[in-house]
């Protein structure tokens, strides 16, 4: 019997996954392996690039801005640091990753390129409840530099 727990407690200990470290940036990890992490992060930010595809339509082809105001909140809470930056575990470049060594080299350029980002979002959605078509399509642009201005100089 005592064998039994010794041998079940070891396989307990044996198996606990390695926790990856979060970054110092005060968020929890919630990755347990970093390559869990770099296929979450590369699977949000594609649905991040279909959103902003789907926005161009709402607003400058549809000049919908109802039909965007769901896809607008959706963006807000995706295209985020709180959301993303926990996924950029320390070190998780190389294999399988187009992230670049240097995010980790310069954190703080890179949480200060999703805080841009955010504002970039802020600022779309507000030319959209305005209904201020043309003033979305410039947003929409800006954002589209945000996102471009980041992976210049951290995605390969
Ligand atoms: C602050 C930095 C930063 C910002 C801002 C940013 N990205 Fe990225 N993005 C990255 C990094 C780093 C990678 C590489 C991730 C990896 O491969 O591990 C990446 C990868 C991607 C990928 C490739 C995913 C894949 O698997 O092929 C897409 C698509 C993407 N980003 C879209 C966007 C869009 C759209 C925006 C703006 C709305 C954006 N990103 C804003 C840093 C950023």
Redesign the pocket.
């Known amino acids: 019997m005592l064998r039994i727990s010794l041998i079940a407690a070891l396989t307990l200990m044996l198996s606990a996954p390695l926790q990856a470290q979060a970054p110092d940036n005060g968020a929890a990890p919630r990755f347990e392996e970093a390559r869990h992490a770099?296929t979450w992060?590369?699977?949000e930010?594609?649905g991040?690039?279909r959103l902003?595809r789907q926005l161009r339509f709402d607003l400058v082809n549809n000049r919908d801005a109802r039909g965007a105001e769901p896809r607008l909140a959706e963006l807000a809470e995706r295209?985020s640091g709180e959301n993303l930056l926990p996924a950029?575990i320390e070190g998780?470049?190389g294999r399988g990753?187009?992230?670049?060594p240097l995010?980790w080299e310069e954190w703080e350029a890179?949480e200060a390129?999703?805080a841009?980002?955010e504002a970039r979002v802020a600022a779309l959605r507000e030319a959209a409840e305005a209904e201020d078509y043309r003033l979305a399509t410039r947003e929409l642009s800006d954002?589209?530099l945000?996102?471009r201005s980041?992976?210049r100089r951290?995605?390969y």
Do not use: T
């Open positions: 770099v992060r590369r699977e930010l594609k991040i690039e902003v295209a950029f998780s470049h990753s187009e992230a670049r995010i890179f390129g999703f841009d980002l954002l589209s945000s996102c980041c992976h951290y995605r």
